[in-house]
């Protein structure tokens, strides 16, 4: 098996004066992940690896640069699930952990629960040897400032750069054909306190399949789980019909995957008029994407080895 990786840095309204920081941190996360995968590494390593950079990039909404909620405090969530097994880790409402998929990849590989929440993720965090942070140190200044506005003015696009709709993804598939997906969010801007959106939960920010593909989203949250999006886009490519031949030239897998990723994507609008947009992985490493936001930010490894990105 050919090893593949993708990633995502949410689908909002980037302006054109972050593109370029939106661009290098998807390359940088491509940067971490790709060598683990293209040395025979496992993928649950390399998307993990992709994620906590994204995570420590105040350009993306997920670990540190997290919008703040209603209290002025973030709260996070993250989720990890192998395609194979078909089991999870799932973390919801930390708020003193820098990079939550540390905490749900121990939940995947340490706990006979799937998710854990709040105190109960922390404390489990802590006892997996994994550190715990002032929840002071989570906060940029640019959400800071952007919290005070919401709160001094009116809730307001204008004052974040991704607004409603931030997250953070990653889809991998090694060499032995081990699938996995993972998601990554501090939800949105003045949320109340205890919101949950759809990141972590299985089938609607994020699903892994190895019979067909893996999945991660990113968008409006209520909007997604309205309609399962991820499980939406793997039961698309897992119905498709087979082709024979693929107008534009590329393998029939390539091609399927793309459709599964826009039929997600087309089913969110018609029937929630949500925004989003989502990443995938077929079973044989095929990259697809799609989004209905004026942009997203993405990367994928080409099949050449280079990096590609963009918004």
């Given at each position: ?14 302006p054109?004066?972050a ?9 940088r ?7 683990i995968l293209?040395?025979g ?7 993990e690896?992709?994620i906590?950079?994204l995570e ?8 540190y ?6 209290d ?5 969530d993250?989720?990890?699930m ?15 952990v ?5 905490v749900?990849?121990a ?8 998710m854990l ?5 922390e404390r489990f965090?802590?006892?997996q ?5 002032n ?10 400032e ?5 709160k001094?003015d009116?809730?307001?696009a204008?004052h ?6 931030g997250?953070?993804?990653a ?15 501090g939800?949105t ?12 939960l299985i089938?609607c920010g ?20 309205k ?11 897992r119905?498709s ?13 390539a091609?399927l995957a ?6 997600a994507?087309?089913?969110?609008a018609?029937?929630t008029?949500g925004?989003g ?7 044989q ?6 989004f ?7 990367g ?12």
């Amino acid at each position: 098996m050919k090893p593949a990786l993708i990633v995502h840095g949410g689908a909002w309204d980037i302006p054109d004066e972050a593109i370029d920081a939106c661009k290098s941190g998807c390359s940088r996360a491509l940067a971490a992940g790709w060598p683990i995968l293209s040395h025979g590494g496992h993928a649950l390593d390399a998307i993990e690896a992709a994620i906590m950079v994204l995570e420590d990039d105040p350009v993306f909404d997920a670990g540190y640069g997290s919008h703040l909620n209603l209290d002025g405090r973030v709260q996070c969530d993250a989720i990890v699930m192998n395609g194979t097994t078909l089991n999870a880790g799932a973390a919801c409402t930390l708020q003193r952990v820098k990079n939550p998929i540390r905490v749900a990849r121990a939940i995947l590989e340490n706990c006979p629960h799937m998710m854990l929440v709040a105190e109960g993720a922390e404390r489990f965090a802590r006892e997996q040897g994994i550190p715990l942070c002032n929840p002071e140190d989570l906060i940029s200044e640019a959400e800071r400032e952007a919290w005070r506005k919401c709160k001094e003015d009116k809730h307001a696009a204008e004052h974040h750069r991704g607004h409603e709709q931030g997250t953070v993804g990653a889809v991998a598939i090694d060499q032995n054909g081990n699938l996995f997906a993972a998601t990554s969010t501090g939800g949105t801007c003045c949320k109340l306190p205890g919101r949950v959106g759809d990141s972590p939960l299985i089938g609607c920010g994020r699903y892994a399949d190895s019979e067909a593909c893996a999945v991660s989203c990113t968008g409006y949250g209520e909007a997604i789980m309205k309609i399962v999006m991820a499980k939406t886009a793997v039961d698309f490519l897992r119905q498709s019909p087979i082709c024979v031949d693929s107008p534009s030239g590329a393998s029939c897998e390539a091609s399927l995957a793309q459709v599964a990723a826009r039929e997600a994507v087309h089913l969110l609008a018609k029937r929630t008029h949500g925004t989003g947009g989502l990443i995938l992985l077929d079973c044989q490493g095929n990259p697809g994407f799609a989004f209905n936001t004026p942009r997203m930010a993405y990367g994928y490894v080409a099949l050449d080895g280079n990096f590609v990105t963009g918004v």
